[in-house]
């Protein structure tokens, strides 16, 4: 669906987030030919810079980040679009720049992304609306961290609430503009092949893993005040959870997929202090080797306490009581300075019930579906089957589908897909108000049992899969990580 012209105001546009990826996002639409020629890009900040100090300041932070780096044409165009505006977003007397830098036609799609802190949220809205600028065909979007609990989740719905209406909200959540994740989508519901099987009586487990080399880099400030648990669990691991496990939604329309992700999250089986000590574990990453590089443990990290007990790793099995998936285990793990840069999701079906052949039914793999976020984005299904040859043995293998090399088609950074998205009108992508509380909702009793409680984070080397108590969550059940499972090349 072609763009219609439209002003996208980026608050914190001169932030981190506006400078390595929204900017390069909507770079990389304009060189395909998505923005229509009288679109323009407002970059909001505090700073009281001149649109060419602004302008320079894109070059030197943005340019860098440019996949294969810019067409010096199509740059100098994209530039053309951006206008800076320098304001105080808390106070009402400074928006008047704003005002005048809009274009006030009502045919034009409006856009506030607020890429700012979240105590923010609540005055930028006020001051739109007292200026005039909120108005009913404008459109909102939120950045993450979305609360740090059920209370301040509430509250930012609330205060957003007061002058948007949820038709008009757009809460972000970067994994789903992930390719791979509307793959799954595709996958479920346009093959009939696996809607039946995917089920309690089929599967046996599901494994969604996302694990990262990085650390905490420059952003220990908000992280310390995190932790994994809120940072990537309450919001990516739950989200790709909800695709996994919702059921058959009627169509693709927002709120048919967002009342089935409502149902899963609502489903969800709440954890008491017992089985949250027993089905949880958190680490924290000591030092250790990178790519053979020695990188430093958490606490030693530039500002960071030297007795944090900010978790850097979580690992979890979670169950989902409904009769489709009552008794599956969902075991979710996520981590910083990991061994290798992975998100992926495994679903493992059930063995066969007897094997026919001369070999015990024990030495047939499982078959699993692997569907790969990251690095690479594709599927793989493990099959057994015959090896060559003479004798009759059969041994695991490979079905790959890799979207890369299927559809010879270019990537699309999960921004530039969400940004056209917020600009189209489409909802679905977006959390509802609604599914970010019932989030919040059940990771807040393992919140609170940490605060309360003084044990320390596991700590696990950087540049392995975590601590040992994540590797035995899982083994006492008789299964192991993905990657422990795999052959050593
Ligand atoms: C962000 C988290 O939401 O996701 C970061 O705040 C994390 O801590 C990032 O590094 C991971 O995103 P991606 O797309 O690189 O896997």
Same mark, same amino acid.
């Given at each position: 669906m072609a763009l219609s012209d439209f002003d996208l105001v980026f608050f914190g546009g001169s932030g981190d987030l506006a400078m390595r990826k929204l900017l390069p996002a909507m770079y990389s639409r304009d060189v395909c030919n998505d923005l229509p020629d009288a679109s323009r890009i407002i970059c909001v900040g505090r700073d009281d810079a001149t649109q060419e100090e602004f302008l320079r300041m894109v070059e030197t932070n943005s340019k860098p980040h440019i996949k294969d780096g810019p067409d010096e044409a199509s740059w100098a165009r994209f530039l053309k679009r951006i206008t800076y505006v320098a304001l105080n977003a808390t106070d009402v007397s400074t928006y008047q720049a704003l005002v005048e830098a809009l274009r006030h036609d009502a045919s034009l799609t409006r856009v506030y992304y607020l890429a700012t802190p979240p105590q923010l949220f609540a005055k930028i809205c006020d001051n739109l609306a007292a200026t005039g600028l909120a108005t009913p065909n404008s459109r909102v979007v939120l950045e993450k961290p979305l609360g740090r609990d059920l209370a301040s989740a509430k509250q930012i719905n609330l205060d957003v609430g007061k002058v948007?209406?949820?038709?008009?909200?757009?809460?972000?959540?970067?994994?789903?503009?992930?390719?791979?994740?509307?793959?799954?989508?595709a996958l479920r519901f346009g093959n009939i092949l696996f809607e039946p099987l995917w089920r309690r009586e089929w599967i046996s487990d599901v494994q969604i893993t996302i694990a990262e080399k990085i650390g905490v880099g420059n952003r220990l400030g908000y992280y310390d005040n995190s932790g994994a648990l809120r940072d990537m669990l309450q919001n990516h691991l739950l989200q790709l959870l909800c695709i996994v496990a919702m059921e058959p939604p009627t169509s693709i329309a927002p709120d048919a997929v967002r009342d089935a992700k409502l149902q899963v999250l609502r489903s969800l089986k709440r954890f008491t202090p017992t089985t949250l000590s027993q089905n949880i574990i958190r680490g924290q990453y000591r030092a250790g080797y990178i790519d053979g590089q020695q990188v430093?443990?958490?606490?030693?990290?530039?500002?960071?306490?030297?007795?944090?007990?900010?978790?850097? @790793? /979580?690992?979890?099995?979670?169950?989902?009581?409904?009769?489709?998936?009552?008794?599956?285990?969902?075991?979710?793990?996520?981590?910083?300075?990991?061994a290798d840069r992975l998100a992926e999701i495994v679903v493992r079906f059930k063995p066969i $019930?007897?094997?026919? @052949?001369?070999?015990?039914?024990?030495? @047939?793999?499982?078959?699993?579906? /692997?569907?790969?976020?990251?690095?690479?984005?594709?599927?793989?299904?493990?099959?057994?089957?015959?090896?060559?040859?003479?004798?009759?043995?059969?041994?695991?293998?490979?079905?790959?589908?890799?979207?890369?090399?299927?559809?010879?088609? $270019?990537?699309?950074?999960?921004?530039?897909?969400?940004?056209?998205?917020?600009?189209?009108?489409?909802?679905?992508?977006?959390?509802?108000?609604?599914?970010?509380?019932?989030?919040?909702?059940? /990771?807040? $009793?393992?919140?609170?049992?940490?605060?309360?409680?003084?044990?320390?984070?596991? $700590?696990?080397?950087?540049?392995?899969?975590?601590?040992?108590?994540?590797?035995?969550?899982?083994?006492r059940d008789g299964l192991q990580w993905r990657e422990e499972s795999l052959p050593e090349d």
């Open positions: 948007f209406a949820e038709s008009q909200i757009y809460r972000i959540d970067h994994y789903l503009g992930k390719e791979t994740v509307q793959n799954l989508l430093p443990g958490y606490r030693e990290e530039p500002d960071a306490p030297k007795s944090s007990r900010t978790e850097t @790793f /979580v690992a979890m099995k979670a169950e989902i009581d409904t009769w489709r998936w009552a008794g599956v285990p969902f075991y979710l793990r996520t981590g910083k300075r990991m $019930p007897h094997s026919i @052949f001369n070999q015990p039914t024990s030495s @047939f793999q499982p078959n699993s579906l /692997v569907i790969r976020l990251q690095p690479d984005e594709g599927l793989s299904m493990n099959l057994m089957a015959k090896t060559p040859g003479d004798s009759m043995r059969l041994k695991q293998a490979e079905l790959e589908l890799d979207f890369r090399e299927q559809f010879k088609a $270019p990537r699309m950074e999960a921004y530039e897909r969400l940004l056209l998205d917020v600009l189209r009108g489409q909802l679905t992508l977006f959390m509802r108000g609604d599914e970010l509380e019932a989030a919040w909702e059940w /990771v807040e $009793p393992i919140l609170e049992h940490w605060e309360q409680d003084d044990s320390a984070p596991a $700590p696990y080397t950087s540049g392995t899969w975590g601590p040992a108590a994540a590797s035995a969550l899982i083994g």
